[in-house]
């Protein structure tokens, strides 16, 4: 029985040109990058690869249509290598250009045709909270379904993850601060799977102590203090995505998908919505179970009484950023259920990789609490 794999080589770099220079990007290179990043770091490398910007295929997190528009573009290269630099939406996207012939992004999703890998994928993150660089996960919105897909396989794993912490500067304090908690919950959320092992926890614990541990430096020194932290987040970001890319993720991240896909919220803030309640709802649930770990452990990063781990946890995590009720995206009372009956439907790969597998009544509830 498989319990523990990691694909991706991990290469980090102080600069831009040491990365440039060691892969030796060119004319058979096809970049999916961020536009604002590439065109300050990279642009004035003037590199001969073919460019395109995740801006070209529409605003926000992934759908089907900005991926098959996307390998509408790649077919008309000659190019044999793929190098994604962004965040997690660049990274899922370039993905997918992996993977032989020309088929439709929904079938590539819903598994109807075959998957095989075509080519390689070099992944260079900029944000510190995704993880895709090591995961073998992708996720776009199915339009037609109107919510968020996962798609889990090992032919769409990086072959070289590059971390270039200076790439981190740019980024909005907001997206800084949902990207970290998003790490943080890919860290959480793969500790208490039932595929979690010894491998995945030191992912798991390390990943999680690092941010919280960054997150408490913040909070005594200020949002602009994580400069000086941005080599610990991004490292912490790829141990969460080593975790979950084994062990996955759970509910808060089912339950995620239906906000992410009719109000168009950005994945990490999205998740940021529900990650205490449903650690709360877990520990109401079975609180005899691998739980009471996490919370001895989250009780001595924060330095409280574990009995008081979540609460100190919300209490931190809105001194970096506050949260939001629901209603406050747009969502509607009437979509309570509806919401709690799709992710039961769609997300059952989460579902079952949860600490405590909810009924769409135990998710209505929590959609309900934070509304």
């Not at 941010?211 to 969460?240: C, P, Q, W």
């Not at 205490?276 to 996490?294: C, H, M, S, W």
């Not at 931190?316 to 259920?337: D, F, H, P, W």
Request: hydrophobic residues 40%.
């Amino acid at each position: 029985m498989k319990i523990f794999q990691q694909k991706s080589r991990i290469q980090k770099f102080e600069d831009v040109r040491q990365f440039v220079e060691e892969y030796q990007l060119g004319k058979d290179d096809f970049i999916l990058a961020s536009k604002s990043i590439y065109e300050r770091y990279f642009a004035p490398l003037s590199l001969e690869a073919h460019v395109v910007y995740k801006s070209q295929y529409g605003k926000g997190e992934p759908t089907d249509a900005m991926v098959d528009g996307l390998m509408e573009d790649f077919a008309k290269t000659q190019c044999k290598r793929i190098v994604a630099i962004g965040g997690g939406a660049v990274i899922d996207m370039a993905k997918i250009l992996v993977l032989e012939g020309t088929y439709k992004t929904e079938d590539i999703f819903l598994r109807k045709v075959p998957l095989k890998k075509a080519r390689p994928l070099i992944a260079v993150p900029t944000t510190c909270g995704a993880g895709s660089e090591v995961s073998n996960v992708s996720i776009a919105e199915l339009t037609n379904l109107h919510t968020k897909l996962g798609l889990a396989v090992d032919e769409i794993y990086a072959d070289e993850a590059v971390l270039i912490p200076e790439l981190l500067r740019e980024l909005p304090y907001s997206f800084f601060a949902t990207s970290a908690i998003d790490a943080f919950i890919h860290a959480i959320e793969s500790y208490v799977s039932p595929k979690a092992n010894l491998y995945t926890e030191m992912f798991s614990m390390k990943a999680m102590e690092m941010i919280v541990g960054g997150f408490r430096k913040m909070a005594e020194h200020g949002k602009e203090y994580r400069m000086e932290l941005l080599d610990d987040f991004l490292t912490a970001s790829n141990l969460a995505g080593i975790a979950f890319g084994n062990a996955g993720t759970g509910a808060v991240h089912a339950m995620s998908y239906p906000l992410s896909g009719v109000y168009h919220v950005t994945h990490g803030e999205a998740n940021y919505q529900f990650l205490v309640a449903v650690f709360e709802t877990y520990q109401q649930l079975n609180p005899d179970g691998k739980i009471r770990q996490l919370n001895h452990f989250l009780g001595g990063l924060l330095g409280c009484d574990e009995s008081l781990a979540y609460q100190e946890l919300e209490k931190l995590l809105n001194v970096i950023i506050a949260r939001r009720q629901l209603r406050e995206y747009g969502m509607k009372e009437g979509e309570i259920e509806e919401f709690a009956k799709s992710v039961e439907k769609s997300q059952t790969r989460l579902l079952n990789q949860s600490y405590v597998k909810f009924s769409w009544q135990q998710m209505a509830e929590i959609y309900r609490r934070l509304y």
